[in-house]
């Protein structure tokens, strides 16, 4: 089942928020319009907004006061992706030129910034004062776990703890703020919201996880950029965090190369092998099903419905996906 197949009774609700999207990065200025545009039309699954419609679902369900975190959810998303690919001089994202590479990156952090204070101006206009410091502790939360990437950036030594820490930052952290957030405008019950929030924490552990393994296991049509790109640009996730502990020559080539790039280049496709054969991949699965287990038994602690059924199968798509 894919993911447009889960929430198929939300297609509506999801194209309204695609629009008003379009609409809210539509800039006065041609450049910065131009830009947003561009991300815009890269695509995404709209995972974030999913999870605020599913859980506004246990509430009093308004699409015009669920449009004020949905959108501006979507938005922080974007614009991290924005900076991201400044800071890892990408220049493909989902097969397509990064604004950094079709502009430049003084234009793709202005835009980054842009979209930024776009989401914080749309939030304003919510009714409900509670969902301001939720969004600006995560906002907050994932400027430290970029800074936190950066500095491991081309470091061995690394920890599965500090691992995960990161991606809880980066990632995790967004998506169960979109779950608890919907619940929240919807003004469900506080178990429910307490609940979504640890859902959506777990769902989004495993959603980047599963992300990491792919960047070893996908295709580049698949991936939009070439296998094992983490690796070269100096980012050590838990598949290669698994390998270099298995293999101690994989671990000293690595190592080489992260001190010096320049001089050593590795070779990607002999490295993505290694990885693959290592286990890293069934250790990182198991890690990722662990998390999908915690999101689903969350889900027990609110009433049995439609919507419960769809965010369960939503979070074993997420532990099983492969693009």
Avoid at 94 to 115: H, L, P, Q
Avoid at 151 to 159: G, S
Wanted: hydrophobic fraction near 40%.
């Amino acid at each position: 089942m894919t993911l447009a197949e889960i929430y198929k009774d939300l297609r509506s609700d999801i194209l309204k928020l695609e629009k008003e999207i379009e609409t809210q990065v539509g800039a006065e200025h041609c450049v910065l319009r131009a830009a947003s545009n561009h991300i815009l039309k890269a695509g995404g699954k709209r995972i974030r907004p999913v999870f605020v419609l599913l859980s506004a679902r246990y509430g009093q369900y308004n699409l015009e006061e669920i449009k004020k975190v949905a959108v501006p959810l979507e938005l922080i998303h974007m614009a991290s992706l924005v900076h991201d690919d400044v800071i890892d001089n990408a220049d493909v994202r989902r097969g397509k030129k990064t604004i950094k590479s079709k502009w430049d990156n003084r234009v793709a952090m202005y835009t980054g910034d842009y979209i930024f204070a776009k989401a914080t101006e749309i939030a304003t206009f919510s009714k409900y004062s509670e969902i301001h410091p939720i969004l600006a502790h995560a906002m907050r939360e994932m400027c430290i776990g970029e800074v936190e990437q950066l500095r491991d950036q081309f470091i061995t030594e690394q920890t599965l703890r500090q691992y995960l820490r990161r991606i809880k930052r980066k990632t995790a952290l967004l998506i169960s703020v979109s779950c608890e957030l919907g619940a929240v405008v919807s003004e469900a019950d506080k178990s429910a919201q307490h609940a979504l929030k640890w859902y959506g924490y777990y769902a989004g552990m495993a959603f980047q996880i599963t992300d990491d393994i792919l960047d070893f296991v996908g295709t580049e049509k698949e991936l939009g950029k070439p296998a094992g790109s983490d690796l070269i640009q100096g980012n050590i996730t838990y598949p290669a965090l698994y390998a270099m502990q298995k293999n101690p020559e994989f671990h000293r080539k690595v190592q080489r190369y992260m001190k010096n790039p320049g001089s050593y280049p590795l070779n990607v496709q002999e490295s993505v092998t290694i990885i693959r054969e290592s286990g890293a991949v069934e250790a990182s699965k198991a890690l990722a099903d662990q998390y999908v287990n915690k999101a689903v038994k969350m889900l027990k602690g609110i009433d049995e419905s439609p919507e419960r059924s769809s965010l369960s199968k939503i979070a074993s798509y997420i532990g099983s996906r492969n693009f």
